[in-house]
């Protein structure tokens, strides 16, 4: 497997300079994989991931997951619905999935009002949707494999053991 | 409440018993409180003995589950059956030697207290114990506290750190009962091949030889399968295969291990352990029980990392102009650092001090270990990256 996707796989937030080092590369072989990866579209690029319960952070701290049921359309089945709704700013990510419902859709958004109001407005009244289900997400405890406020004991090894 | 002070005319002391009095401490803690005087400093510990990894958290959960369902009692004194039975089924499908679950294996307080439990199950006073040097801290000790008397037995860069046939033989005296044997070895990552192994399982058999082998760190094998010595022919019964879940689960702080071997021999260790130890902790047998069933894509997981850190470290020394070989197991790399025109403990020294990156002079590990130092990469890409990019400051600082 390419050793540049590896990594990004595994989620690590290295430097491509230290990308070269682990992967025995140089710099400039890791940014070639990093622009093929983009070309391939299978690395989309990079984003920060954040604690957005702390008020520095909390630019758009208001996130709802929203189940939409659709009528598929002939021809189209859910994807033509899926992506008109997918490429509103407020949606941070839009999956098809199986079950109760059709679309589930994360929305993110700066107060409670404007979460709602693009549900009210804009969601629920694209042509095939049905019906919508709002969740406003209350707490967060693990963030895209990072734990908050773990308290994990790691620092407590000792620096010399035999 | 008054402080305690002794009367000049009294010298604690004298209460001490002769072989503890006369037993070195561990080079380690020496150098341990060198860093620990370093406090707060940035420093870069490849110091460790352990992983870097915290215990999966399944195995966490497993041992809380246990404790709310109030598993808090003794357990047999070989240990939980159901351990035992995983144990016996691991064993057979990753070293290829069954064991009776019911007689032949018993859990421990770690592979450490398996080491001791043996050494005093089967050493006389005066009896010949050899062991392969470089080694971990507490062999020689082990030996030494049950009256026993130790023959190391050299290991060389030269040959990657494997024992050879040749050196057990040259190093042999009559009158020796036992062979240690720890491979891939702390600290050297070194390995034996089948081939090595089966003409050191030749010797064996030849001088009757019991075998200790632990193999703590077998699944941390990076290159080709791990052959255990228990596993040849005529082995298993003179050999106490010793094993645990400190380095492949990262359970170091559990305090779990076990050993197999024949029935009499199993015995004669549980006799020991029953009037010293008792049984290892209940909540750390139920979490190595969690650990044995589910615990493999962790392990496989943390192997890999590991060894792309190993390439990393291995490839940067050699950069370096240290010369060091790829450890075939394990999670240390052994650098050779006499180019850097320093004996390794003025190496360890300069380098904490100047650089702050902790390493261990080889000696702490026996004599053997001279003109090398202990480097763990147990820890994150970005701290060896930064470690090596230290050393190789260090290491120019003197050209």
Redesign the interface.
């Known amino acids: 497997m390419n050793p540049v996707l590896k990594l990004l796989i595994e989620g690590s937030s290295l430097t491509t300079g230290q990308m070269a080092a682990v992967a025995g590369l140089t710099e400039a072989e890791v940014q070639q994989h990093l622009e093929q990866l983009k070309k391939d579209k299978i690395f989309l690029g990079w984003r920060p991931v954040l604690d957005l319960s702390h008020e520095a952070a909390a630019a758009a701290a208001v996130r709802a997951v929203i189940e939409v049921k659709i009528t598929p359309e002939r021809g189209g089945g859910f994807n033509r619905f899926a992506d008109r709704i997918a490429r509103f700013d407020e949606v941070e990510s839009c999956y098809l999935m199986s079950g109760g419902y059709d679309l589930l859709v994360f929305v993110k958004g700066s107060s409670l009002q404007k979460v709602a109001g693009f549900v009210s407005e804009k969601l629920s009244t694209i042509e095939g949707v049905l019906s919508t289900s709002t969740h406003f997400m209350l707490r967060c405890y693990k963030e895209q494999g990072f734990l908050l406020d773990a308290g994990e004991a790691q620092s407590v090894r000792l620096n010399v053991t035999p | 409440m008054r402080p305690y002070r002794p009367a000049p005319t009294m010298n604690p002391n004298q209460f001490l018993a002769r072989h503890v009095a006369a037993l070195p401490k561990?080079g380690?803690r020496d150098?341990?409180e060198l860093?620990?005087k370093m406090k707060g400093q940035d420093?870069i510990?490849l110091?460790?003995?352990?992983p870097?990894f915290?215990t999966p958290w399944h195995i966490r959960e497993a041992a809380i589950f246990a404790l709310e369902r109030g598993k808090t009692y003794y357990t047999s004194n070989l240990g939980l059956i159901e351990l035992r039975r995983a144990i016996a089924t691991y064993v057979e499908q990753h070293f290829n030697v069954g064991y009776r679950p019911e007689d032949q294996i018993i859990v421990t307080v770690g592979v450490s207290e398996a080491l001791d439990l043996a050494c005093r199950a089967f050493v006389n006073p005066g009896e010949k114990v050899m062991f392969h040097q470089p080694c971990?801290?507490?062999y020689h000790p082990s030996i030494v506290l049950t009256h026993g008397e130790g023959i190391a037995v050299p290991t060389y860069a030269k040959d990657n750190f494997a024992l050879t046939a040749e050196a057990l033989r040259a190093a042999w005296q009559p009158g020796a009962k036992m062979l240690m044997l720890n491979l891939p070895c702390?600290p050297t990552g070194g390995t034996c091949t089948r081939e090595q192994l089966e003409k050191i399982a030749k010797f064996c058999i030849e001088k009757d030889l019991l075998v200790l082998t632990d193999e703590i760190y077998s699944e941390l094998t990076f290159e080709g399968t791990h052959t255990s010595i228990a596993s040849l022919p005529g082995m298993a019964e003179r050999t106490i295969f010793l094993h645990g879940f400190s380095k492949a689960f990262a359970m170091t702080g559990w305090r779990i291990g076990y050993a197999c071997g024949p029935a009499p021999l199993i015995d004669a260790m549980m006799k020991v352990h029953q009037y010293s130890m008792l049984c290892a902790s209940i909540i750390a047998q139920e979490a190595a029980l969690e650990a044995l069933q589910r615990g493999w894509d962790s392990v496989l997981k943390m192997r890999e990392q590991y060894h792309?850190?190993r390439?990393?470290i291995v490839?940067?020394f050699n950069e370096i102009g240290l010369t060091c070989h790829s450890p075939r197991g394990s999670f240390y790399a052994f650098p050779n650092v006499t180019a850097s025109g320093r004996t390794e403990k003025d190496f360890a020294v300069g380098l904490l001090q100047q650089q702050k990156v902790?390493v261990?002079p080889g000696t702490a590990f026996g004599e053997n270990g001279t003109g090398h130092v202990r480097a763990c990469f147990a820890t994150s890409?970005?701290q060896i990256?930064e470690a090596c990019d230290r050393v190789e400051r260090f290491v120019n600082s003197r050209k």
């Open positions: 561990s380690i150098f341990f860093v620990a420093v510990s110091g460790v003995g352990e870097d915290v971990y801290v507490s702390n792309r850190r390439d990393l490839r940067r902790a261990v890409y970005e990256i």
